[in-house]
């Protein structure tokens, strides 16, 4: 028992891991790379621009400019970025037919990402959104009970969405009742507790493709 119980923390602690390396990250994004800031080409407002060259991945050259928003760009709030600092993003390509007005700066020598995405600490911050999601699923997987109920008068993910919510109302109904019955077996308790979470996490993931 405690050889499954061990398995079944280890489980608990890898899956959103391994899940997050799985599913994709946003829309597509035509370019993903890791670059070395050369230089910082200034900027107004929430918009800065920087010189970047590339060091591995798919870019539209080997320097180019990437412009990085306090709004729009995730994992770059502090907008920092130093001279010779290596960081791995994601971004398409801006044309001044698209992205025009008065606020965007175009640079004639150089092709120019609007950035999305910057890595944070070895996971894109959509994969850190995930993670939380995923972590805390056995918690939040409670307020399911209620909501399976409310859901055909206020969902709007369709019925695949609610399919998952009944289930994992009816993992935590479940889960409450063998609690109950076996309150008084200490390594049962523990089992039911962590198969439990297991299950919660698995049927959280398929919500996730359905977030991009």
Known sequence: MKRLLILLALAIV???LVTVQIIPTDCPQPYVFQARILEKLGGEGGLRYFLVEQIKGDAP??????????????GSS?????IDEELWMQGELMTQEVFYGKQYLFFDDYSELYISQVKNKGFWPDQLTELRILYLS??????????????PFVGEGGLRTYVFVIARAALVVSAVFFLIKNRHKKQSLALIA???SLLAMALTIPTLTGMY
């Open 61 to 74: 050259d080997d320097k180019f400019v990437v412009l990085i928003s306090s709004s729009y760009t995730r």
């Open 138 to 151: 056995p918690f939040t997987s409670f307020f399911d009970v209620p909501y399976a109920f409310l859901y």
């Open 14 to 16: 890898v899956l959103p």
């Open 78 to 82: 502090s907008m920092n970025f130093e």
């Open 194 to 196: 962590l198969t439990y």
